[in-house]
């Protein structure tokens, strides 16, 4: 995505989402080279398709997917493919850190249990791949690795390393503890620059793969979903942002150092975050979310959204009895990391069609976001705003209507991406989150999902989810 101006650019590259590889059910991973190739791609595009002049980009943000594990030799060759956010296999190394590290240590200094974090999938790789790890030079996440390919700096921020539980809130340092625990050296941790400043210019290399000028200073990066609530003007406490894609997400802000759920949900360092200002993003997330919804439609008829939504429509709240339980994408963090996988229940064969799985779905995702924010309450407190993006599940009107008459508040809807927020985010260089989070308010609103005053079929329904999915947790 590219801002000119005012005139926002925006394309897809590629086209449609990147394979994941996954040579075991557990794993998922990504050839970082891969993304790169694709950002030059969209980078000359941009100059093709929408014949933007690239010598009048000043400066650049990047927004990425969180929780990935890039490791480089000395060269800042790959020496694996990235292990990204959703790949399960470090969960129980994960588990056994925080027994042994205890539930004091990493609630006050990391904030949350090691989990299946980028730490953990490190220690993964020294345990599996002791020849890789012993020529290990750096780890990076994601966004790390993209902006080195453009500025030739092997250097990340407070932010990303909070994302990977790297990062020692209580002594506003890396996580030393940690590394320690798990014998991972802290000279593989990059030098650590500040958000919103100069973090490192085009170079000459960069410049003549991507048709960038040399110069351009990245000033930005972020992981996807606090960059998401940055896009959505989610900077104070009591603030809330939600995706509704490939996963789901619910990212709450709060000022909330003392948490009381470690594993469940997550709590990384805001875009805004610094030691005089602790601003919290707490992260609720949900790998079967929009994954379910495709599912569907590539394996029903490959109806389009448009025509599954307008199908379920016709269905009444309930879905005539039938049930999905939408966890079949993962490890589930509010599940206490448990892999469920997808149950679809109660289908009567002479009753239900396509058009009942369609709403059954949609709910089935609806309500285990509803699940996940009775879960966050207890860690944050009170949800002043909730505001979406105009995009994905949240464009189903019976999906957004389920979520907002369950949690009993309205759902701004706005017309932005996250795409879109971090370039605009390149320019917030002068600190001025007030004023640019009024223009996002200003410019972005387009509408509002407000609780339905007819409660009762959704509450019947989604406790009728909720013991479904209870009666699996027991025997897992």
């Known amino acids: ?75 800042g060759q790959p020496l694996r493919n990235s292990i990204i956010w959703c790949d399960s296999r470090a969960v129980e ?8 590290l205890g539930k004091d240590l990493c609630g006050t200094h990391m904030l949350n249990a090691p989990g299946n974090f980028t730490a953990s999938k490190l220690k993964w790789v020294i345990d599996n791949e002791p020849e890789i790890y012993k020529n290990t030079y750096k780890f990076m996440l994601p966004g790390d690795f993209i902006a080195y390919k453009l500025t030739g700096k092997m250097v990340t921020t407070k932010n990303g390393l909070s994302e990977g539980v790297l990062w020692d809130y209580s002594e506003d340092d890396v996580a030393t503890d940690l590394l320690k625990y798990y014998g991972i050296d802290k000279d593989l941790v990059p030098d650590i620059v500040e958000n919103f ?7 000459r290399q960069a410049a003549s793969e991507t048709g960038l000028p040399e110069g351009v200073q990245v000033t930005y990066r972020s992981g996807d979903q606090p960059n998401n609530a940055l896009s959505l003007n989610i900077f ?14 619910v990212y709450a802000v709060s000022n909330n150092l003392k948490p009381q759920e470690i594993s469940k949900v997550n709590h990384f360092a805001h875009v ?57 994408n993962g490890a589930e963090r509010m599940l206490e990391n448990k892999n469920i996988g997808t149950h679809i229940l109660n289908l009567n064969l002479n009753q239900h069609n396509n058009a009942h799985l369609y709403r059954a779905a949609l709910e089935g995702i609806a309500f285990s976001f509803v699940y996940g924010v009775e879960i966050l309450r207890k860690d944050i407190g009170e949800i002043k705003v909730i505001r979406a993006g105009n995009d994905n599940l949240f464009r189903s ?47 972005d609103h387009v509408m509002t999902y407000r609780p339905l005053q007819d409660k009762a079929p959704f509450e019947a329904a989604y406790k009728q989810w909720k013991t479904e999915l209870e009666m699996i947790l027991k025997h897992k």
């Open 1 to 75: 995505m590219l801002k000119a101006g005012k005139k926002i650019i925006s394309l897809h590259e590629p086209p449609n989402e990147m394979e994941i590889i996954a040579v075991n059910p557990d794993w998922a991973e990504q050839d970082p080279n891969f993304w790169w190739t694709h950002v030059c791609n969209a980078i000359k595009r941009v100059t093709s398709e929408a014949q933007v002049n690239l010598s009048e980009i000043k400066n650049i943000g990047i927004s990425y997917q969180m929780h990935g594990l890039v490791i480089v030799d000395k060269k």
């Open 93 to 100: 190394i994960g588990r056994t850190a925080l027994q042994d």
């Open 197 to 203: 400043t100069n973090q490192g210019e085009v170079n």
């Open 236 to 249: 104070n406490p009591g603030e809330v942002a939600a995706t509704g894609g490939t996963s789901g997400v």
């Open 272 to 328: 805004n975050y610094t030691a005089t200002k602790p601003v919290i993003g707490t992260l609720l997330n949900i790998n079967g979310a929009g994954i379910q919804y495709r599912w569907l439609r590539n394996n029903c008829g490959n109806d389009s959204y448009e025509v599954m939504n307008d199908k379920a429509s016709k269905v009444d709240v309930g879905s005539n009895g039938v049930v999905i339980i939408p966890f079949g």
């Open 397 to 443: 009107e019976i999906f957004s209507n389920t979520v907002a008459t369950l949690i009993n508040h309205d759902i701004e809807i706005y017309n932005t991406t996250g795409a879109v927020g971090a370039a605009r985010a390149a320019g917030l260089t002068d600190g001025d989150f007030k004023t640019f989070g009024e223009n996002i308010t200003k410019n």
